[in-house]
Structures are given as structure tokens and as C-alpha cells.
């Protein structure tokens, strides 16, 4: 059984991977509300999903909570706007108020675009359309395949159903003012054949309306991820040359930069604490993963790792910090 944390002032909002607000130095900020996903993918980075084996915690984040610290973090990082980039370590849509959220974001005044990604499983034309009158810019949706049953064992679902995925897909394209970029990952030995179809598709759908139509993804293996047996990671340079010959056969561009979105280098929100530092932290739960305790300190999240037991809610901890790339905090207990 995974705890859950619902969050609606209890806990800062920068500092953890899997909720909150992440700010990576640009005008983009990842907005992420949920960690909760319907699906299992194969090949999902961050093990989401009911047979993640890693995950002891999720989280749900308080929709105008949330909203509050893109607002906030947008004035830190001294800027007037900034691009909210609804994302997830599961999917987005699994949050029960995501429509608000995306009208919250939009009635701030302080976001250039709103943009969502997902995998469809939850998608409906019904709630695209509610979402395009929220005031949502763009989907990212990731179709892995077009086929049926090859698209169940990617998603390591069995109820998954691209057939009504693809059938949204087109009527956003079709009917929508929603800009729709197709994603999929493309995992070598199980989809490569499907990658060309999905291009053909997305073009004849009409999606990019205002941006690229594809962003087509490389699967990795990452530590806490799920690896897919017997498929090893294509080396960069051989996922841009068959990338470059899609282009060439397609005529569109599939090697993306930030630019393309119109994400720019903006201020980064200061670090509060530096790697080596000894500081002392507020634990208040068990950690997202096995051997983390989740804990508080300076107005951020900090996450705990190498433990073991049940996690000492409300006592204090001196750690040191390991991690605060992108003012994400990892520290190991000290006493």
C-alpha cells in the first residue's frame, strides 16, 4: 500500500522531482500536480503506474496551491511570464481538477502557454474540449504504436486502447484550436517499424498547427525506471542519423530545440542550500521510493536517501546535501 500525500499548504512546492514546480533556467516551468498513472509502460523512465515496484508514496497536489507557487516562481525568477508545462511522473490527467488547473493558470495572466502532456489512456474528446475552453494550448501526446495489440504490451496494460486514443487525437486536430504534437518513444526492437507510421499519421491529422507536429523520443534506461528486456539504448548519435533520414523522407523537421517552443535561458530560482552542506530538516513522511524519507527545510522539500524503517514524522535531522541540480534536494542523514 502507497501513502498519499495530498498537498494544499502542508508542504513547499520546490524541492521535490515528482510534484510541485520545477525550474530549469528558462521560461518554462514544469508544473506537475500528480504522480499517480493508469498505465505501466515498459519502458517508463520513472516507474510509474500499478506495478511500479519502486514507488511507496504518490502525491495530489492542491489545484490553487499550485497555482500560487507558478505564480510566485515566476516572480523570483524575475520574469513577467512564463511557459506552464503541465507534466508528470505518471500523467497529468489522473488529477481530478485539471481542468481548473489549466483556468487557474490562464486567469494568473502570467503564463505565455499552457501545454499538457499525457499518453491518452484518460483522454476524451469531451475533456479535450473542456480543456481547449480552460484555455490549454497544446497536448504532447505520446502514441507508441497504432496498433491495437502491439500498443497494449508498450503501455503493459491490457484495457489500453490506442484504437480511441487515435480517434481524440484526430478530432483535436480536426476540431480544436489545441496545438498537437505527437510523442512517441521509440524502442528499438519493438516499435521501429511503427515510428514511420505514427509520422505519416500525424501529418496527415494535420497536428503542429503552430509548432513542430512530432517529437519522437528515445527510450532510455534509468535507474529507477523500467528497463525493457533484451533492448539496449540507442547511442545518441544513431537516434539523430535515423532521425535526420526521417526528415529527409518526410520533409519535416524531427531534431527539436527549445527555440522551436519558444523556451529562452531566464533567471533560475537561487539555491537554498549547496551540495556539501550540513543542515537540519523536518522529516513528515516516508519518502516517493523505497530507502527515502521526505523532509522539510528553508521553504523546500528535501529528500532523504539511504534510510531504512519508518520514517520519524516531526523529528529534526542534521543531512547533508548530495543533489540540488535544478533546486531539487537529495540529502544522506547524517545523524
Not at 275 to 304: C, I
Amino acid at each position: 500500500m502507497r501513502a498519499l500525500y495530498t498537498i494544499s499548504g502542508n508542504l513547499p512546492l520546490i524541492g521535490h522531482i515528482a510534484f510541485g514546480i520545477i525550474d530549469r533556467g528558462t521560461n518554462l516551468l514544469q508544473v506537475r500536480p500528480t504522480s499517480f498513472c493508469p498505465l505501466s509502460c515498459i519502458f517508463c523512465s520513472v516507474d510509474a503506474g500499478p506495478r511500479s515496484r519502486n514507488r511507496i508514496a504518490e502525491f495530489m497536489v492542491d489545484e490553487r496551491y499550485l497555482v500560487e507557487w507558478f505564480v510566485e516562481t515566476v516572480k523570483v525568477k524575475k520574469l513577467e511570464s512564463a511557459h506552464a508545462y503541465i507534466d508528470a511522473v505518471g500523467d497529468p490527467l489522473t488529477h481530478p481538477r485539471i481542468i481548473e488547473l489549466v483556468r487557474l493558470l490562464k486567469n494568473t495572466g502570467r503564463a505565455i502557454s499552457i501545454s499538457l502532456e499525457t499518453h491518452g489512456a484518460l483522454l476524451t474528446e469531451k475533456l479535450a474540449e473542456k480543456l481547449e475552453e480552460a484555455g490549454l494550448d497544446r497536448i504532447n501526446l505520446s502514441i507508441d504504436s497504432l496498433d491495437k495489440e502491439k500498443a497494449r504490451v508498450l503501455s503493459g496494460t491490457p484495457w489500453f486502447d490506442v484504437e480511441r486514443v487515435i480517434k481524440v487525437a484526430e478530432h483535436i486536430a480536426k476540431n480544436l484550436s489545441i496545438d498537437l504534437l505527437i510523442a512517441p518513444v521509440w524502442v528499438p526492437g519493438y516499435n521501429d517499424e511503427d515510428i514511420s507510421r505514427i509520422i505519416e499519421w500525424a501529418l496527415r491529422i494535420g497536428a503542429g498547427k503552430k509548432h513542430p507536429p512530432l517529437g519522437i523520443q528515445k527510450y532510455e534506461a534509468h535507474k529507477y525506471g523500467r528497463k525493457v528486456p533484451g533492448v539496449k539504448p540507442l547511442r545518441w548519435r544513431d537516434f539523430y542519423k535515423r532521425l535526420r533520414v526521417w526528415e529527409e523522407q518526410y520533409g519535416i523537421r524531427l531534431i527539436l530545440s527549445p527555440q522551436d517552443f519558444g523556451i529562452v535561458k531566464a533567471p533560475r530560482v537561487p539555491l537554498a542550500f549547496e551540495v556539501g552542506e550540513k543542515a537540519m530538516v523536518k522529516v513528515v513522511g516516508p519518502g516517493w521510493l523505497k530507502g527515502q524519507w521526505l523532509a522539510t527545510s528553508r521553504n523546500r522539500v528535501v529528500t532523504v536517501v539511504g534510510v531504512t524503517g519508518q520514517s520519524p514524522v516531526g523529528q529534526q535531522m542534521r543531512v547533508e546535501i548530495v543533489r540540488n541540480k535544478d533546486n531539487i534536494y537529495i540529502a544522506k542523514l547524517l545523524w
